[in-house]
C-alpha cells in the first residue's frame, strides 16, 4: 500500500452507531453498477438527456468538492499539480476510473479509457441497447470541482462535459472542463451536523448482525480500483459516491415531475425504488452466492432469515445506514428500521419536510431482499445476472413496498415494509 493510500485510508471512519462512513466528514456509499446506472438513468429519462446530465453534473460538482475539500485540508495537499494528482488517485480509490486530468484555470480536458459508469454500461447493455448520450456525468462533476479545488477558484463556477464516451462507441472517454455560470448551492452535509440531525439510536442491536457487519466492513474496505481504477467485485463493479448526491438528482427530478406533470411522480417513485431492487438482488444476490460470503459469514445463506440478515448487514457495512431487522414474517412480511438512511441526509439537512417517505433506494433494497429471501432456491449458489432477474420480475410476485415512517417527515426513524398481497 502507498504511501498516500495509507494517510486517505486514515481518513476513513464511521458515525458512532448510525453505520454511515465518512471520508473526512463527508458521508459515503458504496452502491454496485446496477443501481448507479438504473438511477442516473432514470434522472435522464423524467428530465431528458440534457437536462438530466446537467442536474446530475452539478449535483457531482457539489458533493465532490466537499469531499476533495475535506481531503486537501486535512492531509496538506498544497500545490495544483500535487492536488491534480492526488484527485487522480482519489478518484481510482473509490472504483470510479482512472482519469487523467489536465486542467489549467480556464478548464482543460479529462481523458480515460475506461470509467465505472461507460464500463458498466458496456459489460451490461452493450450488445443489447443502443446508447445516445454519454454516461459519464458524475465523472464530468468531479473533474469541475478538482479544477476549482486545484486553483483556488470559486466553487460551483467550472462547468464540464462529455464530448466521447465509450458507452457512446468511442474509444475513450473525453470530457471538457470550462468556466460557467456562477451557481448557488446549499449547506455542506458534514458529519457534525448529520450527528444533530439523525434518529436517537437504540440501545440493543442483534449481536449476530453487528458481527456479521463489522466482518463485511473488513471485506468492503479492500474493495477499492485496480489498474483501470475500477472496483471488481462478484458479478459486477463498485464504486463509492458521496450520498449526498443521490438524495440531491431525486429531489430535483421530483421537484421537476411535481411542477410539469404531476401525474407522473408516482412512476418516477417507482423507477428510482426499481433502483434499489435491482441492486438488492443483482448486487447484494451475487455477493451472498459468492465464494467470498462463505468465507466472511462462514456459510452459503440457505434460510429466509439468513438472507435477510446477510443483506441488512452488508447495507450497513456499504455506508447506507443502521439498518435492524424490527418484524420478520417468512413469506409474508418484512420491517426494517434505520435511525437514518445515507439516502435521507440531503432532503433531512436541506429541504422542507416532505409528506411521504422518500429512501426510494431503500424501500427497492428491502423488496429486492424480500425477494432474495424467498424467490431463489439458495442451496443450488445461483448465478443471478440480468436474464435471471428479467425472468424472475416478469410476473407479479404478490409483494409490495412502502416507508411508513422517514426521517424527511419529522418521524424518529426510517421504516420500510415490504409486504405480501393475496389475490382475492
Known sequence: ??????????????????????????????????????WDQTIDDTLGPEVGQ????????????????????RLE??????????FEELYAELGQGRVSLSLARDGGLVVADELH????????YGDRVRKRWPVDAVTAGFAAAATELAHDLPRESIDATERECVALGDRRCAIRVQPGTLAPR??????????????????????????????????????????????????????????????????EALQHAQAVSPGSTPLLEALLIEAGRSDAFLSWGNLL?????????????????????????????????????????PGQRLVVRSPGNAEVLHTLLREDRVQRGICFGAQGAVLGLALLAHHVDWSRRPELGLPHYEDLFRADLGWRVREPRCLAKGDPYCEVVAHRIHAG
Open 186 to 251: 446549499k449547506g455542506s452535509v458534514l458529519g457534525p451536523k448529520l450527528a444533530a440531525a439523525l434518529g436517537p439510536v437504540p440501545n440493543d442491536d442483534d449481536p449476530e448482525l453487528v458481527e456479521l457487519g463489522e466482518a463485511l466492513r473488513g471485506y468492503f474496505s479492500g474493495v477499492s480500483g485496480d489498474e483501470r481504477g475500477l472496483a471488481a467485485g462478484p458479478g459486477l463493479l463498485w464504486a463509492r459516491m458521496p450520498a449526498v448526491y443521490f438524495g440531491r438528482v431525486a429531489a
Open 289 to 329: 452466492a459468492a465464494p467470498e460470503w462463505e468465507a466472511i459469514a462462514g456459510q452459503t445463506p440457505t434460510e429466509v432469515s439468513q438472507v435477510v440478515r446477510g443483506g441488512l448487514a452488508i447495507a450497513r457495512a456499504t455506508g447506507q445506514g443502521r439498518w435492524s431487522l424490527a418484524e420478520l414474517e
Open 77 to 86: 495537499i498544497d500545490g495544483a499539480s500535487e492536488r491534480l494528482r492526488f
Open 1 to 38: 500500500m502507498s504511501d498516500l493510500k495509507r494517510r486517505l485510508r486514515a481518513q476513513q471512519t464511521w458515525l458512532p452507531g448510525h453505520e454511515l462512513e465518512l471520508w473526512g466528514e463527508v458521508p459515503l456509499v458504496l452502491h454496485g453498477h446496477h443501481f448507479h446506472l438504473f
Open 117 to 124: 459508469y461507460g464500463r458498466s454500461w458496456l459489460d451490461k
Open 54 to 73: 446537467l442536474v446530475r453534473t452539478h449535483a457531482a460538482r457539489e458533493v465532490f468538492h466537499d469531499l476533495l475539500e475535506q481531503l486537501v485540508v
